[in-house]
């Protein structure tokens, strides 16, 4: 149940687009659909923004995509806003537990 | 509305045992799954345990196996966490989680109980 791999930081600028990899195992990621992903700011509880690869909920803006080739899983936030900026952390289902990926910081400059 | 509270968090020395309550409202408890999912101070998150509906069956991740129990009184609609055998380690923010309606993911969190494992 190794943590899934998420690059420490990415960034870009109002409007630019970044794309956040999740890179996991056939074990997980590449053995499940069941890929979710988080937003967390400062001092607040995880919201989910991507389901299953690439489902958003309701109120989630369209700007968030998820999508999945193999054991890696991405997260796209299109139109990047001020308001994004926050840890990210992907999640897979794993066989009865979930395992997490290490997050993700986003800025934006 | 959907909420979780959690409480029972507090300073407990190395070797020593807690126990986590999670009392929810705004949903049908007994028809989900719930989970508790930490967070080491400014660490990422670190999936902990979950127990079915019915309490019927539950699940740990490997470094808790063993240490960690989670049970659930469907009457009250709770949730708990008892942890035994604390480590430095097990120091994080305990969080409550509600198991999704449509899908494999986690869509209602409390904000967290800190657990500190220090002598």
């Known amino acids: 149940q190794s943590a899934l791999t998420q690059p420490r930081s990415v960034s870009g600028s109002p409007g630019q687009s970044v794309t956040i990899s999740c890179t996991g195992t056939?074990?997980?990621?590449?053995?499940?659909?069941?890929v979710s992903w988080y937003q967390q700011h400062p001092g607040k509880a995880p919201k989910v923004m991507i389901y299953?690869?690439?489902k958003r909920p309701s109120g989630v803006p369209d700007r968030f995509s998820g999508s999945k080739s193999g054991n890696t899983a991405s997260l796209t936030i299109s139109g990047l806003q001020v308001e994004d900026e926050a840890d990210y952390y992907c999640c897979s289902y794993a066989g009865s537990v979930y395992v997490f990926g290490t997050g993700t910081k986003v800025t934006v400059l | 509305e959907v909420q979780l509270v959690e409480s029972g968090g507090g300073l407990v020395q190395p070797g020593g045992s807690l126990r986590l309550s999670c009392s929810a409202s705004g949903f049908i408890f007994s028809t989900y799954y719930m989970h508790w999912v930490r967070q080491a101070p400014g660490k990422g998150l670190e999936y902990v345990s979950a127990?079915?509906?019915?309490?019927?069956?539950?699940f740990y991740a490997e470094s808790v196996k063993g240490r960690f129990t989670i049970s659930r009184d469907n009457s009250k609609n709770m949730v708990f966490l008892q942890m035994s055998s604390l480590r430095y380690e097990d120091t994080a923010f305990y969080y409550c989680?509600?198991?999704?309606?449509?899908?494999?993911?986690?869509?209602?969190w409390g904000q967290g109980t800190l657990v500190t494992v220090s002598s």
């Open positions: 056939s074990r997980d990621v590449g053995n499940y659909n069941y």
């Open positions: 989680v509600k198991d999704s309606t449509s899908g494999w993911y986690f869509d209602d």
């Open positions: 299953d690869v690439s």
């Open positions: 127990i079915i509906g019915n309490g019927g069956y539950t």
